[in-house]
C-alpha cells in the first residue's frame, strides 16, 4: 500500500487531500496541529472503507524541536500500520493566514509565519527525506500571495513565495532519486485560514469573488482534486512547477 503524509489535514484543504487519497486506498498519515477531533473524525471517515488505513498525528510546525519526535512517530506507525520503513508522497500542506501592516509589523508575528509556512515544513522535509521511497513525490501548498497584491501580506506572500523557489531546489536536489517536486499556489479558498475569516466575515467573499475570472472563490475540493492529480503517475514528467489553481485570480 502507498502511503502519503499529509500536514495540516485536520481542515480545509488538507482535510480534502486526506480524504480523497484515503478514497484511493492510499494510506494516510495525516497532521493537525490544534484540532484533534477533526483529524479523528477524518481518519474514522477513511477507516470505514479502508481499516487501518489512517492515523492522525499533532504536528506544530513552528517547533522545530519537535520535529525528531515526530518523526519516530511516523516511523513506528509506518512499521505498525503498513509493514513499511518508507512512504511515497509528502504533502507540505498545513500553515497559517492572515496579515499585519508592514509598519505596525512585530518580529513575533513575522517569525511566527515564516517558521510556520516555510522553515517548518523545509526541515521537516529534511527530516523525512531520508525515509521517502525512490520516486517519491512532494507537493508544497504555495498561494497567490507569493506574488504580491494585498496589502498586509508583507509576512505571509513572503513566506509562500520561499516555499515556491525551495520547490524548485528541492527538485533539482532529488532528481537523482527520481523524486518529483511540485508547488501548487491557491487563489482564495473557502477554509478556515486567517482564524475563519470567511465565515466570520462572509461579506469578503463575494469582492474576491468578483475579481476572480471564474466567478467564484475555491473550495477545498478543487484544489485538493489538483494535489491528488499531481500526486499521479499521469503527472510522472512535470517536476519544478508551481501550477496557480484559483479560477484565474486576479486575472
Ligand atoms: N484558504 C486560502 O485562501 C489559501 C490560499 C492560498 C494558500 N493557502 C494555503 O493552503 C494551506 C492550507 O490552508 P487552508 O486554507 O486549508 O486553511 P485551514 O483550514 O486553516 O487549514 C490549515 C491546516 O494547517 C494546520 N496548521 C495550522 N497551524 C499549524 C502549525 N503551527 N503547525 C502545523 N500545522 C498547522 C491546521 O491544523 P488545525 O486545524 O488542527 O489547527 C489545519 O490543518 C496553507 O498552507 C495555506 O497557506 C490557502
Avoid at 509506518?78 to 501592516?101: A, Q
Avoid at 512532494?138 to 513566506?159: D, E, L, M, V
Amino acid at each position: 500500500m502507498k502511503v502519503a503524509i499529509v500536514t495540516g489535514g485536520s481542515n480545509g484543504i488538507g482535510k480534502s487531500v486526506a480524504l480523497e487519497l484515503g478514497k484511493k486506498g492510499i494510506g494516510v498519515i495525516l497532521t493537525y496541529h490544534s484540532d484533534q477531533r477533526g483529524a479523528d473524525d477524518i481518519v474514522r471517515e477513511i477507516e470505514k472503507k479502508h481499516p487501518g488505513g489512517a492515523v492522525a498525528l499533532k504536528l506544530d510546525l513552528s517547533k522545530r524541536e519537535t520535529f525528531e519526535e515526530f518523526v519516530q512517530l511516523v516511523k513506528k506507525n509506518l512499521d505498525e500500520r503498513w509493514g513499511r520503513k518508507t512512504f511515497d508522497y509528502l504533502v507540505n500542506n498545513g500553515g497559517i493566514g492572515g496579515g499585519m501592516p508592514f509598519v505596525e509589523m512585530t518580529e513575533e508575528y513575522f517569525f511566527k509565519i515564516l517558521n510556520t509556512n516555510f522553515t517548518g515544513p523545509f526541515f521537516l522535509t529534511q527530516s523525512l527525506i531520508r525515509f521517502m521511497e525512490e520516486e517519491g513525490k512532494i507537493i508544497n501548498t504555495s498561494s497567490t500571495s507569493s506574488r504580491g497584491s494585498f496589502p498586509g501580506y508583507s509576512a505571509y506572500g513572503p513566506s509562500k513565495a520561499a516555499l515556491t523557489s525551495w520547490t524548485r531546489y528541492l527538485a533539482k536536489e532529488l532528481s537523482p532519486r527520481k523524486i518529483r517536486v511540485n508547488s501548487i499556489s491557491p487563489g482564495p479558498v473557502h477554509t478556515n485560514l486567517g482564524d475563519g475569516v470567511f465565515d466570520k466575515h462572509p461579506e469578503f467573499i463575494q469582492p474576491l469573488a468578483d475579481q476572480t475570472a471564474l466567478g467564484k472563490i475555491g473550495s477545498p475540493i478543487d484544489v485538493a482534486n489538483v494535489i491528488v492529480s499531481f500526486l499521479s503517475d499521469e503527472f510522472g514528467w512535470v517536476t519544478a512547477q508551481d501550477l496557480e489553481v484559483s479560477g484565474g485570480f486576479l486575472l
